[in-house]
C-alpha cells in the first residue's frame, strides 16, 4: 500500500527567501502529482511527474522527482505572499493509475 | 466551459438522513472520483468510477454509495451508516484512470451533520 509523506507540515517563510517542501513515498509510484489549496477552496493541479530526474517549473515553483530516493521536492524561490496555500503531494502506482493517495499537506505562509 | 461542478455548495445533514452530493463533469472525461477531506488532512479517496455502469470502493467507502449512470455525472449518497460524515467532499475527473493525466477537481461541497 502507497504511503505518501510530506514536510514540512507547516512552513512559515519571509517574502523572498527559498524554501523546499518535501515529499517522500513508501513504494513505487509512477506518478507524482502536486496540487495547491486556497483555504476554503478546491485543489489546483501545479505540476504531474512522471519519470525519474523529471523536472518541472512554473513561476517561482519548481517540482522534482526521483524515484530511486521515492523523493519529490517542491522548490520555493523568493517567495512572495500570494504562494500562501496548502502544498498537497499525491503519488499513485501499479495498474489503478486512477488511484491518488494523498500526503497531509503543507501549510505555507508566507509574511513580509 | 468545461469543467466540473458540484451541488450544493453547503449541506447540512440531520441524524439518520442519507443526503446526496451532486457532481457533473462536461470535460468529456471517462473517470469520476470522489474524495474526503477533514480539517487539517490530505485527501482520502471514497469510490471512483473508470466508466459508465461501473465503480469501486476507495479507502474509505463504508457508509457511502455511488451510481454512475451517465457518462457527465457521478452522484454520492451520504447515508446513515456514515458515523463521522461531517468533511468537506471533492469530486473530481480526469480523461481515464490508465494514463497519467492529472485529475481535475470540482468546487466542493461541505457537509455538516447537526
Known amino acids: 500500500e502507497l504511503k505518501v509523506e510530506q514536510n514540512p507540515l507547516f512552513l512559515s517563510m519571509q517574502e523572498g527567501k527559498n524554501y523546499t517542501i518535501y515529499c517522500n513515498y513508501s513504494t513505487t509510484s509512477d506518478r507524482l502529482y502536486w496540487y495547491r489549496q486556497d483555504p476554503g477552496k478546491s485543489l489546483e493541479s501545479l505540476f504531474v511527474?512522471?519519470?525519474?530526474?523529471a523536472v518541472k517549473q512554473e513561476g517561482r515553483l519548481m517540482a522534482s522527482l526521483d524515484t530511486k530516493a521515492r523523493l519529490s521536492t517542491l522548490h520555493i524561490t523568493a517567495a512572495v505572499h500570494d504562494l500562501s496555500a496548502t502544498y498537497f503531494c499525491a503519488g499513485a502506482g501499479g495498474t489503478s493509475y486512477g488511484k491518488l493517495t494523498f500526503g497531509q499537506g503543507t501549510i505555507l505562509t508566507v509574511h513580509p | 466551459d468545461g469543467g466540473i461542478t458540484q451541488s450544493p455548495k453547503y449541506l447540512f445533514r440531520k441524524e439518520g438522513q442519507n443526503v446526496t452530493l451532486s457532481c457533473e463533469q462536461n470535460l468529456n472525461h471517462d473517470a469520476m472520483y470522489w474524495y474526503r477531506q477533514d480539517p487539517g488532512q490530505g485527501l482520502r479517496l471514497i469510490y471512483y468510477s473508470q466508466i459508465v455502469n461501473d465503480f469501486q470502493k476507495g479507502d474509505i467507502a463504508e457508509g457511502y454509495s455511488v451510481s454512475r449512470e451517465k457518462k457527465e455525472s457521478f452522484p454520492l449518497t451520504v447515508t446513515s451508516a456514515q458515523k463521522n460524515p461531517t468533511a468537506f467532499y471533492l469530486c473530481?475527473?480526469?480523461?481515464?484512470?490508465?494514463?497519467?493525466?492529472?485529475?481535475?477537481f470540482g468546487p466542493g461541497t461541505r457537509l455538516t451533520v447537526l
Open positions: 473530481a475527473s480526469s480523461i481515464d484512470s490508465s494514463t497519467a493525466d492529472t485529475q481535475y
Open positions: 511527474l512522471l519519470s525519474n530526474g
